[in-house]
């Protein structure tokens, strides 16, 4: 049973940073990229970043590219999503995601994971 922990959530002042993190258990996490995904009160669930098995690829949404940085630690079975320069349109439950099938490239769309962690809520004010 693949389970996924998030962490590191709170409340922070726009400009602010916060660092988010995903332990992972049930299988070998080093065979699977992993997403951020995010949704906000009254809005869908979106994509914010992905990234390979290998840390070789990552992909990231238009409205985080610069601010926000995706790592992961195969040793510790953990991905982190580095979040700077927040803006109060960051304000949302974060979640990570794994997918299926392992080796895959950085995946973007909500559909193709099917294992979700419980959510960390990040608020960011102005």
């Known amino acids: 049973q693949v389970q996924l922990v998030e962490s590191g959530g709170g409340l922070v002042q726009a400009g602010g940073s916060l660092r988010l993190s995903c332990a992972a258990s049930g299988r070998t996490f080093s065979m699977y990229s992993m997403g951020w995904f995010r949704q906000a009160p009254g809005k869908e669930r979106e994509f914010v970043v992905a990234?390979?098995?290998?840390?070789?690829?990552?992909s990231y949404s238009d409205s985080v590219k610069g601010r926000f940085t995706v790592s992961r630690d195969n040793a510790k079975n953990t991905v982190y999503l580095q979040m700077n320069s927040l803006k109060p349109e960051d304000t949302a439950v974060y979640y990570c995601a794994a997918p299926a099938y392992y080796y895959t490239p950085p995946l973007n769309h909500a559909g193709s994971y099917i294992y979700w962690g419980q959510g960390t809520q990040v608020t960011v004010s102005s």
């Open positions: 990234i390979s098995p290998s840390s070789g690829s990552t």
